[in-house]
């Protein structure tokens, strides 16, 4: 529960609402996942919400670190599913990329996450679950929500799943990501990436204000419809319609838009120059990803040369573009590539089995 939704919850229980902050503390800055560890919380009330509560968080099947310091969890949300989340550290900061669904049912066509087809929203806890468990992990039992020393500086929404078809429970974690009594980010380094749900981040701009990364990867509705089908539902023209929206009321800020890299399909320079028309007028940040390969994808990366002339186009058009450089990618933690390969390591060559059918293999 965010705080809003836990004030109401120690309201209902006859107790005063900054309970909820006590219990924020103990939980997402302090580590604890055990009521008889609070103690200034009195014990009758701790002996109540053990009752009636539950504080649990997801269980950590395997922990994999890449070669370039980037961390890898794959979690068990249930007896039949299991997500992954990714640490990227950087010189000054630390992203870690969150799962907001058990696969994805958008079914992008360069996406391997697509390829498991989709089985469910993640809850609150099980998204909020993800960050717990990475600060822990990390060594931060005992963060400070303000201090210098955090290791985790960025969360972004682009693990597994479109964050805006579980809209109801990504807001709340997010919440609790930008909290000051939990993990106290500031919104601008929370992001969360959508592959253009418009009605939904219509909505979103009435109930939160974090960063925005639209993953656009073509410049018209003809190559997007098949790179990106939920374009046939919501056209490029209404997308950029609705991001214009989102920035109302929100000088200096700007939509950050993901552009995969795929050989000799978008990363040609004239569909560079139709970018350029195209964003002419969104305050905007380019993102450029290379294409990250699994197995039986039908796409190839884009040469470094491809890309070095692309940007350099978007560039001299006066966008912030930068090539999003891969991390990770020997433990399968790119952009795309998550719970892809879990069969691989169990050693079954049974690639594109959900990863639900996975767990209960194992
Ligand atoms: N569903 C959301 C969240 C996923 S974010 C969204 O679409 O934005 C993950 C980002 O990685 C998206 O921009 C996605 O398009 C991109 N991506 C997916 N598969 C990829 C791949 N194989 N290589 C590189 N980027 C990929």
Partial sequence: MDRASLEAYFVSLGEKPFRATQI???????GVANFDEMTNISKELRTRLAETTEI?????VLEQASDDGTRKWLLRVDSGNCIEA???PEPGRGTLCVSSQVGCALDCSFCSTAQQGFNRNLSVAEIIGQVWVANRALGKTRLDPMGADRIITNVVMMGMGEPLLNFDNVVQAMNLMTEDFAYGLSKRRVTLSTAGVVPALDRLRDVSDVSLAVSLHAPNDALRNELVPINKKYPIQELLASCKRYLEGKPHRRITFEYVMLNGVNDSPQLARELVRLLADVPSKINLIPFNPFPNTRYTRSSDAAIDVFRDIL???GFTTITRRTRGDDIDAACGQLAGKVL??????LHRIPISVVAQQQ
């Fill in 24 to 30: 924020l503390q103990w939980i997402h800055q302090r």
């Fill in 344 to 349: 691989d390591r169990s050693k079954r060559k």
């Fill in 86 to 88: 990714v640490f990227i």
């Fill in 315 to 317: 560039v001299k058009a």
């Fill in 56 to 60: 649990r968080c997801p269980e950590v």
